[in-house]
Each structure stands twice: as C-alpha cells, then as structure tokens.
C-alpha cells in the first residue's frame, strides 16, 4: 500500500503539477535529509541507490501528502 501511494504521488508530480513544489524526506542511515522531488529522483537513480522504503515524508508546499509511521 505505501509503495502505491508514493508511486502516485510522484507520478502526479512529474506529469501532471510540476516538481517544484515537492519536497522528499529520506532516511539516511540514522538521520533525515530533505530534498527535493527532482533532486531526489537524480540522486536516488530511479530508485536504485536510495529504495522507495527510505522516504519518510512526501510534502507540496507546506502540506503533507506522505508520512510513514515511526514505530
């Protein structure tokens, strides 16, 4: 269900609103970086280098679309 709801996500940002308004936040080893949505598909290389399962936080602007639950 996550993968789901991130894959869309992104794939309304890329092909229907635009990138710019999207920020990521990922899990990097023990701390979270923030970047943003087109920063982050460059750095991840399509999911290669940095999985779908990292992303912790998915905001446009200042709203939040996306936040995994920290148990």
Known sequence: MT???IKE???KA??????????IV???????VE???GEFLKISGNFEAIPMSRIQII???N?????KIMR
């Open 3 to 5: 993968k789901g709801k």
């Open 35 to 37: 970047v943003s949505l």
């Open 63 to 67: 709203k939040i679309l996306f936040q």
């Open 26 to 32: 990922y899990r990097d080893f023990e701390r979270l």
């Open 14 to 23: 890329k092909f229907g609103e635009g990138m710019a308004d999207y920020k």
């Open 59 to 61: 905001r446009k602007k």
């Open 9 to 11: 996500i992104i794939s």
